[in-house]
Nanobody
């Protein structure tokens, strides 16, 4: 059974930091690279960070230098540390496998709101 449970979202002020977490089932975590995706109101979901099983990372230009993805393979858990948050980072954040294909399960996501 596929499990993706995101947590850690919060309301923060611009410039602050926040770390969100994703607990995933082994059927996904042990096989695939993992991605952090976000969806802002009225916008399509976008991939902002990717991390392979051996820890190699890649980031969207919009978050490069501010966000850091990591994973604990023993705990089947992924993390996204977000620094210098901006109002435009406001979104629901999801984790999932890479690549995602139509029909893949999505968790409920975690809301990150950046506002003064």
């Amino acid at each position: 059974q596929v499990q993706l449970v995101e947590s850690g979202g919060d309301l923060v002020q611009p410039g602050e930091s926040l770390t969100v977490s994703c607990a995933a089932s082994g059927s996904i975590f042990n096989i695939y690279a993992m991605g952090w995706y976000r969806q802002a109101p009225g916008k399509q979901r976008e991939l902002v960070a990717a991390i392979t099983r051996d820890g190699s990372t890649n980031y969207a230009d919009s978050v490069k230098g501010r966000f850091t993805a990591s994973r604990d393979n023993a705990k089947n858990t992924a993390y996204l540390q977000m620094n210098s948050l901006k109002p435009e980072d406001t979104a629901v954040y999801y984790c999932n496998r890479i690549p995602v294909v139509p029909g893949n399960y999505w968790g409920q996501g975690t809301q990150v709101t950046v506002s003064s």
